[in-house]
């Protein structure tokens, strides 16, 4: 018997060490090198909820990006029918599904399909009826390589936000893909939410587009837009007001020139102004296009579109040479600087919308925990007086149990380096009285057994053999519930199922295995005649 | 120290009319105020919209904030004072969905801080689009399903030593619950199908332990939904995860009790069936009341100390604790007793 003892106190004694070992990261908040290097370092996180944060979740606009490479299609097959020679009347997107193609002479189908089944492999050519002799096809867009494009867009669309957050700043931000297209973006600690969404959020699809100076933007306002030219805006909002001003442009659909040709973008300061502007470098081939547009529309005016609305238009005095250009606007710096960071990062593959947004801020944050902490000191405080009472000397071992449960749970935290959020709190604070319903129910069936006449010994023996059972029933299924709870609940509710499953399972360990040794050390060793339960 | 006298006989099952016509008035009273309101008060989480805490320099009346929020559109938002009294907050719940929903916080901090000046504080931001809020709803729903479930094949299991027989029902209820899935039934309805699937199934597969508990975990959470309706509490993410706690509570004192069962019905093959419940329960009686008194005492201190944020959750678990302490006394073992009644060995004897 006292040689099964000295294991089993070996046993709790170093289950408290460990979780000592554990916890101390989380205490102390800094540790020392080499306590790194041999022992855990991993702390309790703390969720949004407590430490202030931003939790989003992203959809991203995957058909646009199937249209997008649908319109970029139709874009190099309009160079490839030119070099193949093959004259056709029409040529464009058909939704989302392929493109239409209407070509001019019926002999040409064989090179067209020929073309088709080499360089387009993705598509499948269907004969259409014919149209007044010309033949008339079909590109249907293979279901794989749309899925495929879809994917791609959502990890591209994971990968430039990830990268834009990077460059903001943001420590241990959590970025991950979701189903159904969407993804989620957990940044604890962001103060300015406002600017981080436009950050996130932002599509960053940077085009330079010529003005249109032959026709009339009034004429075409009034709806004879001429083919081939597109109505954009500028929008200028006032600081002081709030009020929004559109300037319409008429601009060529044709796009001389996109982001994608850049290299750098950074903040520099006028210094005529002292206004910030962003200025952009391209790499060889952008600046060869720069220099070819700008060189061939000299007195003319250039658009800088960004996100579908103009940013400015300046004349172009002469042939830019070199690949730089500026961007100004009425930025403050903070506008310049995230400008500068979404270019460099590149544009998003389709434009994302926010489907979902909680921003904690810290005070809250601070709040919560300092109101959650005092729920469970005093809730703890009033249980353990009343155990003691109830129970006398077993109560105080009870209490030890308890204590010693909430070590573990929180060890626990640090070991799976989990999330406590303020469910999660909640969840300890359940545990605290729930925990003592194991060792409830073990004294009152030792009661029982010492009101059959059983010395303290025995009684306690029986106690918890027969308690033992009705425990494990009750615990197991709160841990079914908990697990479900784990399974399918998001954020805080997670946080709250892990408490309290860690908590179920450490609390099996103090109340039945932690209580016994110290039973056992009393009224077997000890061998103490008087029971105090 | 003891509350509760060794040897305590009080005729608990003798009562259990009363208590039928007492719960069953509870859930009656909650079925008529959830379709009186039009279904449960779902919060941002489960409906979309958009929900704002703000803190205010000052005493401010939530009519006036509302004047605030007329400049951007916002004013048909339901303002309330939130937390503790002194602190100025106040929540802004907005419902609109059709509008673009990712810069309406944006839109009550600019209006507020024009009106109010720049001490306006916006401590929490709570944005949930209409199919996210579809989304959670269901996936709340689908939670409550598998937990019930897998607690319906635990204890079958467990108690009955019918593990197969769980098993079979854990198959049928999922064929049904696949079969009018496919009918595009909506989420509400499946769970209530498959509940009554469920029950229907423990009542002919003799599984009566199961039954009772799974009677009295229903029980307790529409009753606990019912004081939500009733105090006009709006249902999130956390309230479902109290529901689950209360689910999970409830069970764990109807196991105590169900167990004592047993163990008796082996100890006193001869008494009645009736006699052997009612003393089962009068010896888990200090228990239950210990434990449901040391769990109610850390709920209360969350309820009062724990702030705002957590203040609903709090609220459900303290009734669902008290109803579920009560049901498994009242609601879990008569159903056992009236079970036994109909389809139990006795019954058949005398037929």
């Known amino acids: ?533 | 120290m003891q509350f509760i006298k060794p040897g305590i006989n009080i005729n608990f099952i003798g009562k259990r009319n009363i208590a039928f016509v007492l719960s069953g008035l509870m859930i009656l009273a909650t079925i008529v105020l959830l379709l009186w309101r039009g279904g449960p008060n779902y919060g941002v989480d489960f409906s979309g919209g958009v929900l704002v805490q703000v803190k205010m320099a000052q005493k401010t009346s939530p009519a006036e904030i509302k004047k605030a929020l007329r400049v951007v559109n916002l004013d048909d938002s339901i303002v309330q004072e939130f937390g503790e009294a002194g602190q100025f907050e106040y929540l802004i719940r907005i419902r609109k969905t059709e509008v673009e929903l990712a810069t309406i916080g944006e839109r009550v901090e600019q209006s507020l801080k024009t009106a109010f000046g720049n001490s306006v504080e916006i401590r929490r931001v709570e944005m949930v689009g209409p199919k996210v809020g579809k989304d959670l709803r269901q996936k709340a729903l689908f939670a409550i399903f598998y937990s019930i479930l897998f607690i319906a094949i635990y204890i079958s299991g467990r108690f009955e030593l019918k593990w197969l027989m769980s098993i079979i029902m854990a198959i049928c209820l999922a064929f049904v619950v696949y079969i009018t899935s496919g009918f595009g039934v909506s989420v509400t309805w499946l769970i209530i199908i498959a509940l009554i699937v469920t029950l229907t199934l423990c009542l002919f597969l003799n599984l009566k332990y199961a039954l009772g508990a799974i009677i009295a975990i229903i029980h307790d959470v529409v009753i606990t939904m019912g004081f939500f309706a009733l105090t006009e509490r709006e249902l999130s993410l956390s309230i479902i995860a109290a529901f689950l706690t209360i689910v999970g509570y409830s069970l764990n004192d109807t196991i105590i009790v169900f167990d004592r069962i047993r163990e008796n019905l082996r100890r006193f093959r001869r008494k009645p069936f009736e006699e052997t419940m009612n003393q089962s329960i009068n010896e888990t009686l200090s228990r239950t009341i210990l434990t449901s008194g040391t769990t109610l005492i850390v709920i209360i201190a969350l309820f009062v100390l724990g702030g705002g944020v957590i203040h609903d959750f709090a609220f459900a678990l303290l009734v669902g604790v008290i109803v579920g302490t009560y049901s498994s006394i009242f609601v879990a073992s008569p159903i056992l007793l009236i079970w036994e009644g109909r389809f139990g060995k006795k019954a058949q004897k005398k037929a």
Request: charged share 25%; glycine share 8%.
């Open chain 1, 1 to 533: 018997m006292s040689k099964s003892l000295t294991w089993r106190s070996t046993i709790a004694l170093l289950a408290i060490l460990v979780a000592v070992v554990y916890l101390v990261p989380s205490i102390t908040g800094e540790v020392p090198a080499w306590w790194s290097n041999i022992l855990p370092k991993d702390k309790i996180r703390l969720g949004l909820d407590l430490q202030g944060g931003m939790h989003l979740v992203l959809e991203v606009q995957a058909a646009k990006a199937i249209e997008n490479h649908l319109e970029r299609v139709v874009d190099e097959m309009k160079g490839d029918l030119r070099k193949e020679k093959v004259r056709y009347v029409t040529l464009k997107r058909k939704g989302l599904d392929g493109i239409t193609i209407t070509l001019m002479r019926l002999k040409d189908e064989t090179v067209f399909r020929d073309m088709v089944s080499a360089g387009y492999p993705d598509f499948n050519v269907e004969s259409m009826p014919e149209q007044k002799g010309r033949p008339v096809f079909q590109l249907v867009l293979d279901p794989k390589a749309k899925i495929q494009i879809m994917k791609m867009a959502v990890e591209q669309a994971l990968e430039t936000i990830r990268n834009r957050i990077d460059q903001f700043g943001v420590s241990e931000p959590d970025i991950r893909p979701q189903e159904d297209n969407r993804l989620l973006i957990q940044l604890p600690g962001i103060k300015d939410s406002k600017r981080a969404i436009a950050l996130i959020g932002k599509t960053a699809l940077l085009e330079f587009k010529l003005v249109d100076e032959e026709n009339s933007v009034q004429e075409a306002l009034k709806g004879n837009l001429p083919p081939g030219d597109e109505i954009l805006y500028q929008v200028s909002v006032d600081r002081e007001t709030g009020h929004e001003r559109k300037t319409p442009f008429l601009l060529k659909k044709r796009t001389a020139l996109t982001g994608e040709y850049l290299t750098d973008a950074r903040v520099q300061i006028d210094s005529r102004y002292n206004e910030p502007y962003v200025s952009i470098s391209f790499d060889a081939r952008g600046a060869r296009l720069f220099e070819q547009v700008t060189g061939q529309n000299i007195k003319k005016r250039l658009a800088i579109v960004l996100d579908g609305k103009v940013n400015s238009a300046p004349v172009i005095q002469d042939k830019i040479a070199g690949g730089k250009a500026q961007i100004t606007g009425r930025y403050t710096t903070d506008e310049a600087r995230d400008l500068a960071i979404v270019l460099r990062a590149g544009a998003l593959p389709a434009p994302v919308k926010i489907i979902e947004e909680r921003t904690v801020g810290p005070s809250l944050g601070k709040d919560s925990i300092e109101k959650g902490f005092k729920s469970m000191l005093i809730g703890g405080i009033i249980v353990i007086l009343f155990m003691a009472i109830y129970y006398g000397l077993s109560g105080f071992i009870a209490d030890l149990a308890l204590l010693l449960n909430i070590l573990f749970i929180m060890a626990g935290l640090a070991f799976f380096s989990a999330t406590l959020t303020l469910p999660g709190i909640a969840g300890i604070i359940l545990t605290i009285g729930m925990s003592v319903d194991a060792n409830v129910l073990i004294f009152e069936r030792i009661r029982e057994e010492v009101r059959l006449g059983k010395t303290p010994r025995t009684a306690i023996e029986s106690g918890y053999a027969k308690a033992l059972v009705t425990i494990l029933d009750a615990q197991l299924t709160t841990l079914i519930v908990a697990l479900v709870l784990f399974q399918f609940g998001t954020g805080p509710v997670r946080g709250f199922a892990v408490t309290l499953s860690i908590g179920i399972v450490a609390s099996l360990f103090t109340a039945i295995f932690l209580t016994r040794i110290v039973f056992d050390y009393l009224y077997v060793k000890r061998n103490v005649k008087r029971l105090s339960i």
